[in-house]
């Protein structure tokens, strides 16, 4: 495998030496450009700018020849998760929906509401033993996810997250090359399997100076840039919300556990 792309440049470039029609570099161009809004002044916990990450994880899409849809997809994975609307929110919104599927189109919008959508030990669980019952929806999914994964090791940014979560991308990437080997992707699965064994044993190039979240990417705004004050008091609603309910769910489960223990 070539060294994924890091730059809008270098991922056109590759696209087009792999035979991608015109219009498949326009539709890509397109996710680009959005990607560029939604990511901005996004930084990974290694500092590596998100927007790098998104185009490497196209760029692993696009080795795997896999159609402009998908490729373009790979650009705004996260979008719902990380990507800046501008309304203080999270998640698939049907404005987000929107916005995303005019803007690409809905096979574009579905791959990336589906990713969102993912949760690892159930939707793995289900791929791990049934791999041939996976819809091509779902598979290009799936793909979208490991090559996420795979752009996390390649260069050593999961090493910069805490240990736990970085635990979790190296074991959740040895299961991930299970899988794709059993879609008929074996040198995907090699990779996958090589660069996991890599950081199990890997370290630091640098040392950094320790980043404000270990866990997730952060928004790094330029000083002469300010939120809107509806915006900062809707996100900061949304966060009291989240820990109430949070509070009130573990109160309930207390006396099933202590149940459950005696």
């Excluded at 080997?181 to 064994?197: M, N, Q, S």
């Amino acid at each position: 495998m070539h060294s994924c792309a890091q730059t809008n440049i270098q991922l056109f470039n590759q696209l087009r030496q792999d035979a991608y029609s015109d219009g498949d570099l326009k539709l890509v161009r397109h996710a680009y450009e959005l990607a560029m809004v939604l990511f901005s002044g996004r930084f990974q916990p290694s500092g590596k700018c998100f927007i790098a990450h998104v185009i490497g994880t196209a760029s692993i899409l696009a080795w795997l020849r896999l159609p402009a849809p998908v490729v373009a997809a790979g650009l705004l994975h996260n979008a719902y998760g990380n990507g800046d609307f501008g309304d203080g929110r999270k998640g698939p919104t049907r404005s987000r929906r929107r916005r995303i599927r005019e803007s690409l189109g809905p096979e574009v919008e579905t791959y990336v509401a589906k990713f969102s959508a993912l949760y690892w030990e159930r939707d793995i669980r289900s791929a791990r033993h049934n791999p041939d019952m996976l819809s091509s929806i779902d598979r290009a999914v799936f793909l979208i996810l490991f090559a996420d994964h795979l752009e996390h090791l390649v260069d050593y940014d999961v090493l910069y997250y805490e240990e736990r979560n970085a635990r979790g991308y190296i074991d959740h990437s040895i299961i991930a090359a299970e899988i794709v080997a059993k879609l008929g992707l074996p040198e995907f699965a090699i990779k996958l399997k090589e660069t996991a064994r890599e950081m199990q044993c890997g370290e630091l190039p640098v040392k950094l100076p320790e980043p404000r979240d270990r866990n997730g990417s952060v928004v790094i705004v330029p000083e002469s840039c300010r939120k809107r004050l509806f915006v900062r008091l809707r996100e900061n609603l949304i966060v009291a919300a989240t820990k109430i309910q949070r509070k009130f769910r573990s109160v309930i489960k207390s006396p099933t556990e202590t149940y459950a223990r005696s």
